[in-house]
C-alpha cells in the first residue's frame, strides 16, 4: 500500500472528519459532546494556524509497503488523518512559543499498525522543520499505549510538567520534540 500525507481538499473535509470522529468513538476515545468537534473537519482547516492533513491509499495497494509523499492530490482511499497546528491557533492545545502541534491523529481501525499513524506524524515533523519551528508537541490518552511507543520511538520525551485535563479527572499526557 503506498500512503500519501497531504492536506484535505474541501470535497475531502467531511470525509476526514467522520473518519476522525469514527476511530475516537469506536476506541471509546472521546465523549460524545466532543464528536461534533472531532466531525467538523472544516472548521480546522478554515482556522488560521492550522491545516487537516490526509493519509491516502492508492487504489490498488499493490506493493505492500508504506511510502510518504506530500503532493498533489491522489485517487484512493482516506485512511487516515491529522490536524497541524501552531502556537496561536485556536486548534493549538499546548504549542507555546513558536511550536507546532498535532491534533486529532486518526487512523482506519482495520489498517492499524502499517504506518499511516507514523506517515502522518513525520509529516508534521517535516512541516514543523521546513517552518523553523523549535518543537513539535503533543497530547494524548493514558490508555493510547502504542501511539506512545510511536513518539517515543521518533524521538518525541514525554513532558509530564505540561500534562492537563480537559475535563475534571481526564487528563492528558503531553510529548515534546525538539527541533532546533
Same mark, same amino acid.
Given at each position: 500500500m ?22 475516537y ?17 472544516? =472548521?480546522?482547516? %478554515? +482556522?488560521? &494556524? ?6 491516502? *491509499?492508492? @487504489?490498488?495497494?499493490?506493493? /505492500? ?26 486548534? =493549538?492545545?499546548? %504549542? +507555546?512559543? &513558536? ?6 491523529? *486518526?487512523? @482506519?481501525?482495520?489498517?492499524? /499498525? ?14 514543523a522543520?521546513?517552518?523553523?519551528r ?47
Amino acid at each position: 500500500m503506498q500512503i500519501t500525507i497531504r492536506e484535505a481538499l474541501p470535497a475531502e473535509l467531511a470525509p476526514a472528519g467522520q473518519l476522525t470522529a469514527a476511530v475516537y468513538q469506536d476506541e471509546s476515545l472521546a465523549e460524545e459532546t466532543y464528536l461534533p468537534r472531532l466531525l467538523d473537519a472544516a =472548521a480546522r482547516h %478554515a +482556522a488560521e &494556524g492550522a491545516w487537516q492533513l490526509i493519509a491516502v *491509499a492508492d @487504489a490498488d495497494g499493490a506493493d /505492500g509497503g508504506v511510502g510518504a509523499a506530500s503532493a498533489g492530490g491522489t485517487a484512493g482511499r482516506l485512511v487516515g488523518a491529522a490536524v497541524y497546528t501552531v502556537a496561536g491557533s485556536e486548534f =493549538a492545545d499546548i %504549542a +507555546a512559543d &513558536g511550536e507546532a502541534e498535532i491534533r486529532m491523529l *486518526a487512523t @482506519a481501525g482495520d489498517l492499524r /499498525g502499517q504506518g499511516i499513524g507514523e506517515a502522518l506524524v513525520l509529516d508534521c515533523v517535516r512541516r514543523a522543520r521546513k517552518e523553523g519551528r523549535p518543537a513539535l508537541v503533543l497530547s494524548t490518552k493514558p490508555e493510547m499505549r502504542a501511539a506512545q511507543r510511536l513518539y517515543a520511538r521518533l524521538g518525541f520525551t514525554r513532558t509530564p510538567e505540561r500534562d492537563w485535563e480537559y475535563a475534571p479527572g481526564k487528563g492528558l499526557l503531553t510529548y515534546r520534540l525538539r527541533l532546533d
